[in-house]
Each structure stands twice: as structure tokens, then as C-alpha cells.
């Protein structure tokens, strides 16, 4: 029997770092399903769809051939066969990806390949729905959150150390509406599962985060 770790939480909350360490720690490896999203996205914006075109999203998404390798510990996301990760962390990827990823055709497509990793792995696995419907028996399911303007300045400090240059109001705008859409959409909408564990990192460092969900594992 696999063991998984599931963490959920708004965009910009930390999970991704938190998870990797957690995952490091327990020599499991981390499934990042936001990249799966953002990977459909940049396939649906290179067939040329638009956000508004939701019933076009359901059609072309089904073309999509995304798959996930592990290169030295690093998770890769394929899309036809393409390493996409150097394309997919840009802003207006992910503001296609919160609209795109409400579309229950995006949803169902990723499910399965979330589910089998899991199956077949150890993992530790971080997103918006984890631990609410794709993993609802992880054996431990973390909320992660921050402040708002807590999670915009830290975009803001990742995307700038990275030379991106970019406007902290306009980031935080940014993800008010993520996290609108996010919450708000019909199919596996972001909320803490019944049994997760609440964690707010606004006054928290990494390894003390990281520590707290390590401890929470039997
Ligand atoms: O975590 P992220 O910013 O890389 O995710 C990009 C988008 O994908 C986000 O707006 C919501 C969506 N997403 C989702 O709907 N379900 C997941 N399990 C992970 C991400």
C-alpha cells in the first residue's frame, strides 16, 4: 500500500516549496497537479482557444496527451512528448489554467493520471482538490493557506529574483480572481476537506511548515 500526503491550498501559499521538502524528507516523490493544469493550459492556448470559450475548452482539451516522468528527482510534465516545464510558470498561463481547469472534461482528463501516480507511488501531492476528490484516503491532508497580500508578495519576490518584471497590485488582483474562481466553480471547487489540517503560513518559515506536516505522518 502506497502512502500519500495531500496538500491543498490557494495560489501562492507556499505549497509547492513546503511540499518538495516534505517529499525529500520522506523520499516520496512530489506530484505538482497545478503543472498538469497550467500544461493543458498552454496546449489550449496554442490550439488557439480563448478563455470565454468554455465549450470549446471540453472538446479541444480532449486532444491533450499530457504525461509526467521523473527526471533526477525533478517532476517533468510532457505534452505531447515536450518537456513544457520552462513555459508553464508564467502569469498568463496560470490565469488560463484557473479558467480552464473549472471545465469538468480538463478535470476528468487529469484525474486518472493523478490517481495512478498515487497508486503506484509513495507520494506527497499538492493542488486545490487533493484531498476533497482526488485522493479522498490520503493518509494525511493538509490545508495550506497564507494572507493575500502575504501570497502576493511572495509571487512578487519569486518572479522578480527571477528578473520578471512585475506589479505587486496587479499580482495581488491576480489572485483575488484565482481564488474566486477557484472557490467558486461547480466541479471539485477549492475548500478544506472535513478532515484536513488547517496550516497558516503567513508567520511561518518553511522548515517550521515543513515540520508540522512531517509530524502529522504516522
Ligand atoms: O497551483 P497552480 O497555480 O500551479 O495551479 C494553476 C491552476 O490550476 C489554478 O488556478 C487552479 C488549477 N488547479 C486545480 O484546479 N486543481 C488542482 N488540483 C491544481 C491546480
Do not use: W
Request: charged share 30%.
Amino acid at each position: 500500500m502506497s502512502y500519500s500526503i495531500a496538500i491543498d491550498g490557494p495560489a501562492g501559499a507556499g505549497k509547492s516549496t513546503i511540499a518538495k521538502k516534505v517529499a525529500g524528507e520522506k523520499g516520496f516523490i512530489y506530484v505538482d497537479t497545478g503543472a498538469m493544469y497550467r500544461a493543458m493550459a498552454l496546449y489550449l492556448m496554442r490550439e488557439g482557444v480563448k478563455r470565454e470559450q468554455t465549450e470549446l475548452i471540453s472538446e479541444v482539451c480532449k486532444g491533450a496527451k499530457i504525461t509526467i516522468e521523473y527526471r533526477d528527482g525533478e517532476q517533468v510534465v510532457l505534452l505531447d512528448g515536450e518537456n513544457v516545464n520552462g513555459l508553464i510558470r508564467t502569469e498568463e498561463i496560470g490565469n488560463m489554467a484557473s479558467v480552464s481547469s473549472a471545465v469538468p472534461a480538463v478535470r476528468e482528463k487529469l484525474l486518472e493520471l493523478q490517481q495512478n501516480l498515487a497508486k503506484e507511488n509513495n507520494v506527497v501531492m499538492d493542488g486545490r482538490d487533493i484531498g476533497t476528490k482526488v485522493l479522498p484516503d490520503a493518509d494525511v491532508k493538509v490545508y495550506l493557506t497564507a494572507s493575500t497580500q502575504c501570497r502576493a508578495k511572495r509571487r512578487f519576490d519569486e518572479l522578480t529574483a527571477k528578473g520578471v518584471q512585475c506589479d505587486l497590485q496587479q499580482i495581488e488582483q491576480d489572485i483575488k480572481e484565482r481564488d474566486h474562481l477557484d472557490m467558486t466553480r461547480d466541479t471539485s471547487p477549492l475548500r478544506q476537506a472535513e478532515d484536513a489540517v488547517f496550516i497558516d503560513s503567513s508567520d511561518m518559515g518553511i522548515d517550521e511548515v515543513a515540520k508540522a506536516i512531517l509530524d502529522l505522518c504516522i
